[in-house]
């Protein structure tokens, strides 16, 4: 194992198109990375011994702290790495609520106009966990209605992207102008996931000519650079390092929460999933941050976004 404890470690699988977000990011901040690979399907020990449970991709490590979400993971990428910024515009408070709709439902819809493409032939296995996991109880009926709505979906999609063509008519290699920014990740990974698992994806894509140029512009920007890493030596680096997370709650917390005080913390969707227990170390008007110690791990911070998320005081 490296002695490199504190480094940068991401827990990942290639296909995922919300690691895909963050990997764009890595590249526009040229960052050197380790990568552990996870798996597509629960069960996921090595990555849920780390995270209490959290059992979404992607996950990112530093040492002792695990970041879960893709919005807290680029915060802290921009917190420790801040030059390129992710946000190189005065509008960055609208940037970043734009990408709440991107990250949310723009994604949830491009997952059921994903997954509804591919009707009856998609695997037993995945359908059943990602069915549950975006659709709810009654996934089943709702891969139906999306297979049956598909040109609706198509609809739903072709609005927005119509938009973006639109804007970089004018030439701009990013959304933002010259230089790339989150919000080009966030819509990326939309663009990527629906060309490289929706069997229609090319053709559709390329009714947008300056988007597609834009699209290359994105891919060209690269992932970094990535070492492969083993989840035991991610797992030795958690346990060889003591948490650097702040500690305390911001003034005026809506839940009266408390250091100390003892949480849950999960996905604010009906995913079916196991929430994270443990004890607010920290957190304010964007994060939580929760301490837990296990044997194997020894004690970890497990920072999440607050939007998006649960916390219940147990
Ligand atoms: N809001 C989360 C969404 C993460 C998410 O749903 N990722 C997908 C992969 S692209 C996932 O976790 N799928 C189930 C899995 O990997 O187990 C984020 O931004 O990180």
Redesign the pocket.
């Known amino acids: 194992m490296t002695d490199n404890t504190d480094g940068l470690i991401f827990h990942a699988?290639p296909q995922?198109?919300?690691?895909e977000k963050v990997r764009v990011a890595f590249g526009i901040k040229g960052l050197a990375w380790r990568s552990v690979e996870i798996p597509?399907?629960?069960p996921?020990p090595m990555l849920t011994a780390l995270t209490g449970g959290y059992?979404?991709?992607?996950v990112v490590q530093f040492g002792a702290d695990i970041y879960?979400?893709?919005?807290c993971?680029l915060r802290e990428l921009d917190r420790r790495f801040p030059t390129p910024s992710l946000m190189p515009t005065a509008d960055h408070g609208l940037m970043w609520c734009l990408s709440r709709w991107t990250?949310g439902t723009l994604?949830d819809q491009t997952v059921r106009h994903v997954l509804g493409s591919v009707g009856d032939s998609l695997d037993k296995d995945f359908a059943q966990?990602?069915g549950r996991?975006y659709l709810g109880e009654n996934w089943a009926e709702g891969l139906k209605q999306a297979n049956a709505q598909l040109p609706h979906l198509v609809a739903q999609m072709r609005a927005p992207l119509s938009g973006l063509d639109a804007q970089l008519s004018d030439g701009r290699a990013f959304l933002l102008g010259d230089a790339p920014s989150s919000i080009d990740a966030q819509f990326y990974h939309i663009v990527w996931f629906l060309r490289g698992r929706w069997a229609d994806g090319p053709s559709f894509l390329s009714e947008f000519s300056d988007l597609e140029r834009w699209e290359q512009n994105v891919a060209a920007i690269g992932h970094g650079t990535s070492t492969d890493f083993s989840a035991e030596d991610a797992i030795a680096c958690a346990r060889a390092s003591e948490p650097k997370a702040d500690t305390g709650v911001a003034e005026r917390d809506p839940q009266g929460l408390e250091e100390g005080m003892s949480v849950t913390v999960s996905?604010d969707v009906d995913g079916g999933e196991q929430p994270v227990t443990g004890s607010i170390r920290f957190a304010n008007a964007d994060t939580v941050v929760i301490e837990r110690s296990a044997d194997d791990v020894g004690t970890v911070c497990v920072h999440f976004p607050r939007f998006?998320y649960r916390v219940d005081v147990v």
């Open positions: 699988y995922s198109p919300v690691a597509r399907l629960p996921k059992r979404r991709t992607p879960c979400d893709s919005q993971i990250d994604f966990d990602r996991l996905p998006g």
